[in-house]
């Protein structure tokens, strides 16, 4: 039994395409005939499939690397429980489509986990409407993450703590105090989950429900599982690395339908306009901390190591009693730190020059 319909509304402007789920689309065939049709409504036209002119590409080509070095060639298929047989035999396919995308847009960059969308639809609907859906995501939903920098995709990633914050303050409070920050999330915007999940029918789940919804939708997923998972984070220690071990994997039973309702009721609660603002302070702490982060050594270490110097100046200065009486000496505290310094510098090149003076007369011949 079919328990989705897909549902078309059409204005002077745009398609706008709703898929009204129970489940989703559950059955193979009717995900298959729901995404044709939803790109032929879109009025996407087929770029005739020129067989010779992509296979001398892809043969010049195949040795291009994405930013981890991985041949695109040699790209892992996911998700993982795809038949090893079948992954080998749709590689070519998988390669030939994104080299498709890449050279129709010259300005766009692929990104590792970019093969991971692709091979999604290349399974449902095969490569030529692959390519359609691939080509519209490319220029919209994705468009952020295929610039020749990562910085508007980071940009991006800082609407799950506002989120967070308004449905969870606790929660946003202990993430914060970790400093776990965005990476564990990075792959699941990516590749809207398909690196990260084992499920296959999972994963055509959620490509349902995103191709149906605004471009940051899988954030705001995100922001919902994140939530979910309270109890399971608060059980690990406050630091970066145990929580972000925790949520870089996740479980094969989550409840999507019920995650994916929280994920459109927060959408139309915290639209992403209502959270520009911190988003774009956030991202901007963001960026001060990574040029601090960037500074040549040599000027970083030193500035460290005269800091720490005045530092420790002022709290020798700051322990020094008004008159320490050391016998037969009356130890003064300095007002000025920079009086301190003078001083502690001066009876060091007076011992300093002193040592010398013994060393040399312990060395001098005797006077015969």
């Given at each position: 039994m079919?328990?989705?319909?897909?549902?078309?509304?059409t204005d002077s402007m745009h398609v706008r395409i709703k898929i009204v789920?129970?489940?989703?689309?559950?059955?193979?065939?009717?995900?298959?005939?729901?995404?044709?049709?939803?790109?032929?409504?879109?009025?996407?036209?087929?770029?005739?499939?020129?067989?010779?002119t992509i296979l001398n590409v892809s043969q010049t080509s195949v040795s291009r690397k994405d930013s981890g070095g991985t041949p695109l060639s040699e790209q892992r298929l996911q998700p993982s429980s795809i038949p090893y047989e079948q992954r080998v035999a749709l590689q070519d396919q998988l390669t030939r489509l994104i080299l498709r995308v890449i050279i129709k847009y010259p300005h766009l960059r692929y990104y590792q986990g970019y093969h991971d969308v692709a091979v999604t639809f290349l399974l449902v609907v095969g490569e030529a409407v692959a390519f359609q859906i691939m080509e519209k995501l490319s220029t919209e939903h994705l468009k952020d993450c295929m610039e020749p920098t990562m910085d508007k995709t980071s940009r991006l990633l800082?609407?799950?703590?506002?989120?967070?914050?308004?449905?969870?303050?606790?929660?946003?409070?202990?993430?914060e105090r970790s400093g776990v920050g965005t990476m564990f999330c990075l792959p699941w915007f990516l590749t809207w989950?398909?690196?990260?999940?084992?499920?296959?029918?999972?994963?055509?789940?959620l490509y349902d429900y995103f191709l149906a919804s605004p471009p940051l939708m899988p954030l705001y997923v995100a922001?919902?599982?994140?939530?979910?998972?309270?109890?399971?984070?608060?059980?690990?220690?406050?630091?970066?690395?145990?929580?972000?071990?925790?949520?870089?994997?996740?479980?094969?039973?989550?409840?999507?339908?019920?995650?994916?309702?929280?994920?459109?009721?927060?959408?139309?609660?915290?639209?992403?306009?209502?959270?520009?603002?911190e988003v774009q302070e956030r991202f901007t702490r963001e960026l001060q901390l990574r040029r601090y982060d960037n500074r040549p050594p040599t000027a970083r270490i030193r500035r460290h190591n005269i800091g720490a110097f005045w530092y420790h100046v002022a709290e020798m200065n700051r322990l020094l009693p008004h008159w320490g009486l050391v016998p037969r000496i009356a130890v003064p505290r300095f007002r000025s730190p920079f009086v301190l310094a003078t001083t502690v510098a001066l009876i060091g090149l007076y011992a300093y020059l002193h040592m010398t003076d013994a060393v040399i007369v312990n060395n001098s011949p005797p006077v015969s």
């Open positions: 079919v328990t989705g319909s897909a549902c078309v509304q789920p129970a489940h989703g689309l559950r059955t193979h065939s009717l995900v298959t005939h729901a995404h044709r049709a939803i790109h032929e409504l879109m009025s996407l036209r087929f770029l005739p499939l020129q067989t010779s800082n609407y799950i703590y506002p989120l967070i914050c308004r449905v969870h303050p606790e929660l946003y409070e202990y993430m989950y398909g690196h990260s999940l084992n499920q296959y029918r999972d994963v055509v789940r922001a919902a599982l994140v939530v979910h998972r309270c109890d399971e984070i608060f059980s690990v220690d406050c630091d970066m690395a145990s929580i972000h071990s925790l949520l870089s994997q996740i479980p094969d039973d989550l409840p999507f339908e019920s995650l994916l309702k929280q994920a459109t009721r927060l959408h139309e609660d915290y639209p992403p306009a209502s959270l520009e603002a």
